[in-house]
Nanobody, 116 residues
Framework: QVQLVESGGGSVQAGGSLRLSCAAS????????MGWYRQAPGRQRELVAA???????WYVDSVKGRFTISRDNAKNTVYLQMNNLKPEDTAVYYC??????????WGQGTQVTVSS
């Protein structure tokens, strides 16, 4: 059974930081590339960061230089360090394999709210 549990969200002011964590079941974590996605109200879910099994990373332009994705393969956990947060980063954040589709299993996500 696929299990994804996101945590670490919260409410911060612009310029603040948060660190998200995602505990994933082994069947989805190994040996896949993993990603962090976000969905803002009225918008489609988008991939914002991804990391391969070996640690190669990718970021969407809007978060480059501010977000850092990492993973601990021994713990089946992926992280997203978010610095210099902006109001436009407000969304529900999810983790999943990099090329997950809407028909894949998803966790409940974690809410990030950034106030100006």
């Amino acid at each position: 059974q696929v299990q994804l549990v996101e945590s670490g969200g919260g409410s911060v002011q612009a310029g603040g930081s948060l660190r998200l964590s995602c505990a994933a079941s082994g069947s989805i974590f190994t040996p896949n590339s993993m990603g962090w996605y976000r969905q803002a109200p009225g918008r489609q879910r988008e991939l914002v960061a991804a990391i391969t099994w070996s640690g190669i990373t990718w970021y969407v332009d809007s978060v480059k230089g501010r977000f850092t994705i990492s993973r601990d393969n021994a713990k089946n956990t992926v992280y997203l360090q978010m610095n210099n947060l902006k109001p436009e980063d407000t969304a529900v954040y999810y983790c999943n394999k990099r090329f997950a589709s809407a028909s894949d299993s998803w966790g409940q996500g974690t809410q990030v709210t950034v106030s100006s």
